[in-house]
């Protein structure tokens, strides 16, 4: 079974399972996704169905989050600023396969936090983590989405290849070209 630890810190960041649920979090991670819906959109879908709290309080946080850190089957972390404590984002682990111990990596910051070193932090801070589990971890995003690339780049991660128009992008009315980025635990070491 899949153990991550609820709570990581660094320096810089605070990762933590969103655990207690409350609707004040619930505000707080909504009106993180409004001031950013612009950007969000633009590469993820989900950021337009994002229409209240409420919405963000049963649909993300207990039948996404709680479920899948449940279940084991996924761990989605708030990315909180270590000195200020205010909700930056979210990275998780998805896409989980035991039996060959990988995983993909997700994520997604406010637009006042981008450009601060926040999700390099993040991403670092989860993998020293993950890969007491995984030997292989996986980004994907869109070859348009230049700061979740250079994200991956900087970390360290090889671009496997790219799915050549993967999926429709209704909002650019284009299909989209998808990176996919690996790190191996050897590579760490």
């Known amino acids: 079974m899949i153990k991550m630890p609820e709570k990581i810190t660094t320096e810089k960041v605070i990762l933590e399972r969103p655990n207690p649920i409350t609707f004040k979090l619930a505000e ?14 633009e590469w993820l879908p989900w950021a337009d169905a994002t229409t209240s709290a409420e919405a963000e309080f049963s649909g993300f946080l207990y039948d996404y989050c709680d479920k899948k850190w449940n279940e084991n089957s996924g761990f989605a972390y708030l990315i909180r600023d270590a000195e200020t404590g205010k909700f930056l984002g979210v990275i998780d682990v998805i896409e989980i396969k035991e039996s060959s111990k990988s995983a993909e990596i997700g994520y997604w910051l406010s637009v006042d936090a981008e450009g601060k070193g926040y999700m390099s932090a993040a991403l670092k801070a989860l993998e020293n983590e993950a890969f007491k589990i995984f030997n292989r971890l996986q980004i994907r995003n869109d070859t348009q989405n230049l700061r979740s690339v250079n994200v991956a780049k900087r970390a360290g991660y090889k671009l496997d290849g790219v799915l050549r128009q993967e999926r429709w992008l209704e909002k650019q009315q284009r299909y989209g070209d998808t990176n996919v980025w690996s790190k191996l635990k050897s590579e760490t070491e």
Do not use: F, M, Q
């Open 28 to 41: 707080e991670i909504y009106a993180a996704v409004d001031k950013s819906r612009e950007i969000l959109n």
